[in-house]
T-cell receptor, first 113, second 111 residues
Framework: NAGVTQTPKFQVLKTGQSMTLQCAQDMNHNSMYWYRQDPGMGLRLIYYSASEGTTDKGEVPNGYNVSRLNKREFSLRLESAAPSQTSVYFC????????????FGSGTRLTVV | EDQVTQSPEALRLQEGESSSLNCSYTVSGLRGLFWYRQDPGKGPEFLFTLYSAGEEKEKERLKATLTKKESFLHITAPKPEDSATYLCVLLGAPAASKIIFGSGTRLSIRP
């Protein structure tokens, strides 16, 4: 099925470890996004990529880095994980930055102990 | 400050009992308001986009409306499969960096 694929679905990290969350879309969308979702709060934008070759900070970028590897793939890296980064992470894509019918992936549940 | 507030936080209805979910907002330069549905353990699923006051969109038992300060998601004769969290999302200007998600309304429909 067409859509946004995230890997892994679950991950437990120790404080200070690093990891990369992978995201790929097969809808030929130009724009991609990384969000985190915490209990009682709305989704918050970490980073986004308006088009291949560009990335920009969102609302909560500290502690994260991203790479837009090609038009399909957008990865999120935690260089030194902290307990405050325990969250559910969602990748999303849209045809363009001005077209906001996002398609979301199923999420990665990350726990940092 | 741009913000979006959804109410109630949770709503339990009997099957067939119609109701409305509220999304109040303040934003400088509204470019769009979106409704998403989120099932447990899954990513949000796009429902509607509203761009200007007075606009309405419908899909099956759901109808979204927009005023200059609020949006409502009306649910008519709901079924248990309508149980989910409904998210209101505000788009201000400039795009992407001004996307604000509400914290959602958890809707539960009892058979």
């Amino acid at each position: 099925n067409a859509g946004v694929t995230q890997t892994p679905k679950f991950q437990v990290l120790k404080t200070g470890q690093s990891m990369t969350l992978q995201c790929a879309q097969d809808m030929n969308h130009n724009s991609m996004y990384w969000y985190r979702q915490d209990p009682g709060m709305g989704l918050r934008l970490i980073y986004y990529s308006a088009s291949e070759g560009t990335t920009d900070k969102g609302e909560v970028p500290n502690g994260y880095n991203v790479s837009r590897l090609n038009k399909r793939e957008f990865s999120l890296r935690l260089e030194s994980a902290a307990p405050s980064q325990t969250s559910v992470y969602f990748c999303a894509s849209s045809p363009g930055l001005a077209n906001y019918g996002y398609t979301f992936g199923s999420g990665t549940r990350l726990t940092v102990v | 400050e741009d913000q979006v507030t959804q109410s109630p936080e949770a709503l339990r209805l009997q099957e067939g009992e119609s109701s409305s979910l509220n999304c109040s907002y303040t934003v400088s330069g509204l470019r769009g308001l979106f409704w998403y549905r989120q099932d447990p353990g899954k990513g949000p699923e796009f429902l509607f986009t509203l761009y200007s006051a007075g606009e309405e969109k419908e899909k099956e038992r759901l109808k979204a409306t927009l005023t200059k300060k609020e949006s409502f998601l009306h649910i008519t004769a709901p079924k248990p499969e309508d149980s989910a969290t409904y998210l209101c999302v505000l788009l201000g200007a400039p795009a992407a960096s001004k996307i604000i998600f509400g914290s959602g309304t958890r809707l539960s429909i009892r058979p």
